[in-house]
C-alpha cells in the first residue's frame, strides 16, 4: 500500500493534516513551501523533477493542496482552481459540448446561475432549473441522452434545502447523465457526496475549506480517471489554477476544518434554539431542525448539519434590514463559512440578481453564517438586534 492509499484509510482529521504531502526531503520542513516560481531548472532536455515543468500545468503547493482534498473527499483525483466558479467553469466544459443541456437546482448559488444562465448558455448549452428536494422535479427536467450533467448544491443557499445525492446519483446515471455536487456548504467534513454515488464534487474553498475568509479559490474531485484526464486537460489548457500562496492559505485551513465545523454546528445549534424561542422570528430554516422538510435525508447523509441558518422576522422586509444592521459581532456582509459570523439580507444582497424570477427570496429573510466565536456573544447580539 502507497503512503497515499494508506492516508485515504486513516481517519478524516489525520487526512487533514498530513494527505497530499511528505516532510520535504531535502530540510524535511513539515509544512509545503509556497513555491513561487513559475518554471522549472530541467536535467537535459525533458528532463523534468518530479514532472515539473510550468507552474500553469503543475505546481508543488498546489499539488499538496490537490491531493489534501481528493483525500477528504475520498475521491482518486483533486484540482484548484483561482475560484470556485473557475472550477465550475472547468468542470462544465471538460464535460459538455453546444447542444447538451443540464439540469440545475431553482436555487443555485446565484454565481452559479449566472454561468449558467448568461454565459454558458450563449456557448449553446442549455439549462432547466430543478428544485433539489423533489425527485420526481428533477427526473422530469432530465432530458435522457441530451442532459450531461445533474448539477446539485445541497444543502442550498439561502433556503437550506436537502437533495439526496444517493437517488439524485441514481437518477442522473439511469439517464446517462453524470452527478455534480456543489459541496460547499457542507464541506468535506460534513458530508462527503463521492462515497454516496456522485461523480464530481465542486467547491467553493472561498468559504469553509480555507475558513478564514483571507482568500477566494476553488476546488473539483473526482473519482473516475477518464473524467480526472478530462478535467486535468482542462484545468493546464484553460488556465484558470489556483497560484501558489492561495494553495498555501487553502491547504493551512484544511488542516483545522474538522474542529472549525464541529465548533460552526455547535454554535448555529445553540443560535437556532435561541431564534426558535423569539418572538419576533417565523420560521427558522436548518436542516437540523425536525421540522425542516429534508430533515430525515439531512441526517442520513450529512455527519452534523453545518453552520448556515436563515430565518424569516415577523416585521417585514424593514425589520429585516434593520436586524442586519444593528449586529455588531456578526458582521454584515456576503460569503460564508470563515471563523467569523456574518449576517446579510439574501434578497438585497446574496440574491438581489434573481429578484423577480422563480428563484425570488422572501424579503423578510436574513441570512447567518455562524462563526467560532463565543456561543452567547452571538445569542446577546442577535437579540439585542432583534429590538427586545
Ligand atoms: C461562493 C460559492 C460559489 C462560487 O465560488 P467563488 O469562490 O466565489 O467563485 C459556488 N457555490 C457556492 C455554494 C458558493 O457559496
Redesign the pocket.
Known sequence: MSEQQHRNKSGFETRAIHAGYEPDAATGAVIPPIYATSTYKQDGVGGLRGGYEYSRSANPTRTALEGNIAALEEGERGFAFA??????DTLIRSVCRPGDHVVIPDD??G??FRLFDKVEKVWGLDHSPAAVSDLDAVAAAIRPGVTRLVWV?TP??PLLNIGDIAALANLAHDAGALLVV?N??ASPYLQQPLTLGADAV??????YCGGHSDV???ALVVKDLDLAEKVAFHQNAMGAVAGPFDSWLTLRGLKTLAVRMDRHCDNAEKVVEFLCSHPKVGDVIYPGLETHPGHEVAQRQMKRFGGMVSFRVTGGESHALQVCERTEVFTLGE???GVESLIEHPGRMTHASVAGTDLEVPADLVRLSVGIETADDLIADLERALGG
Open positions: 475560484s470556485g466558479l473557475a472550477a465550475e443555485a448559488y454565481g452559479t448544491e442550498t443557499n456543489d460547499t456548504f465542486v467547491h467553493s474553498t472561498t468559504k477566494v479559490g476553488g460569503s460564508l463559512g
